[in-house]
Every structure is written in C-alpha cells, then in structure tokens.
C-alpha cells in the first residue's frame, strides 16, 4: 500500500481562520464604550447628534422637494386664476386652473387652443419661465381663433377665417368687431402675420381680446390650459378643439 500523500492537498489550519479587520475591532470598542462606559453627559451629547442629523435629514429632504417644485411650476406646469367673465361659459370667474408651458416649445398654438398670455409684459424676457410670478405683468386667456398665414374677417355676427365661416359651439354671444385700443392699428379682413396669433374670449360681448389689442406675438404666450382644478366640484379637462368650417 502506498502511503505517500501530497501535503498540499491538505488545507493548513491557519489558512481557515480569517483575521479580525481592524474596522470590526474598533466597532466592537465603541459600542463596548457606548454600552458599559459612556457617562450621562456623553449620553446626552449623543443623542443631541442623532437628533441633529435627524432635523438635517428632513431639512435636505424638504429643500429637495422645494427645488423640483420649483423647477416643475417654471418649466411644466403652471397654475393660474380666471378673472371676469371674458370666457363664459367655457370657464367661469374665480375658477383656477393648471396650463401646460412646454407645449409651445415643441410646437406652435393651434386654433381652439386656450391659451394663458402676458399682456402687460414684465421686463425680462424670460420672465415666463420664472417660478414665481411677476407682479408688474398682467395676463390675459383667450381662446386661439387664426394663427400665422390665416386671414380672420368679423361681418355678419360671424368670424370666417380664409373665406369660410367659422362654427364656434362653445361662444356666448354674438362676435361683432370692437374699437382698437390707442396704438393698435389693423383693418379686416386681417392677414395674421408669422409668429402671431388671433385670440378671442368665448363671451364675445364681454372680452378684451384681439379685436381691441391686436394680435398677440406667440413668444408671450405662457402656457395652454388643459383642465380646471378649483373649485373641487368643478374639476375638468377642458376640451379639445371644437369648432368647424360652415358655409360662407
């Protein structure tokens, strides 16, 4: 029988035992001090740190949350507050509402598209995207009725856009032209030039629209409305567009 044997083979015992890390060692004497020998006055001490990274916890979480608030009312979304009665009945006084401002980065307006608009513009120019708002600018919503390249005539109680009247279900009243504001100067019917659009309020006897101060440049637009939010009651997305062309 042969009795030979290859030793290395064989694990040697020191190779099994796993040497204590230092960092394990000097845990192990802190909690040893912490448990049998802190004082009450290192106690105290202690527990005055927990708490203090505690209130730094919530302070960052709070300051984060803050932040990304911020940066979704300047960019995304942006509430915003009817005022009067300019678009009976679509929307009513004292309704707020929450308007989409990334649409028109992507895209222009659209005619049916409600749009929230600086009329008296603040001094910056990208006073819009701003988290707060400005209390020297003054904004107007009104409903997108002709963009850049349409010719909007107002006779006969009616708007037609390119020689086609325009069925508007949504309006209250009848839309009759109105006397331009002092520096406004246009004649129907009224090619809408690039860049602009024609608004009009859905109350066509009690709006401040296009008709009195001209046609509104898109870069001042703010955002579209896509729904009401305030009161709870009445909460609703607005609708799409719901006009059509009707016979001259």
């Known amino acids: 029988m042969n009795n030979e044997y290859n030793d290395e083979l064989i694990p040697k015992p020191e190779e099994n035992i796993q040497p204590a890390k230092e960092d394990d060692f000097l845990a192990d004497v802190e909690n040893e001090f912490r448990n049998k020998k802190m004082g009450p006055k290192h106690a105290k001490q202690l527990k ?8 730094l916890g919530w302070v960052q979480a709070i300051a984060i949350a ?8 300047a960019f995304v979304f942006e509430r915003a507050f009817v005022v009067g009665h300019s678009m009976n009945p679509t929307l009513q006084n004292g309704e707020s509402l929450f308007e989409y401002k990334l649409g028109y980065l992507f895209g222009e307006p659209k005619r049916g598209d409600i749009v929230v608009f600086e009329y008296q513009k603040a001094k910056g120019k990208w006073d ?17 009725i002709a963009v850049g390249g349409e010719t909007i005539d107002i006779k006969e109680n009616f708007v037609f856009i390119n020689g086609q009247k ?17 520096g406004v100067n246009f004649t129907y019917p009224y090619t809408v030039q690039k860049g602009e659009v024609f608004v009009l309020g859905d109350n066509r006897q009690e709006s401040k629209d296009s008709r009195v101060i001209g046609p509104v440049k898109i870069d001042t637009i703010r955002g579209r409305a896509v729904g009401v939010i305030v009161p709870l009651d009445k909460i609703r997305l607005l609708p799409d567009n719901s006009w059509s062309f009707g016979q001259q």
């Open 48 to 55: 005055k740190k927990t708490l203090l990274r505690e209130i």
């Open 66 to 73: 803050i932040i990304v608030a911020m940066l979704i009312n």
């Open 128 to 144: 819009k995207w701003l988290p707060f708002y400005d209390p020297s600018e003054q904004d107007y919503i009104k409903r997108v």
């Open 166 to 182: 325009l069925n508007e279900p949504y309006i209250q009243g009848i839309t009759v032209q109105l006397t331009q504001e002092s």
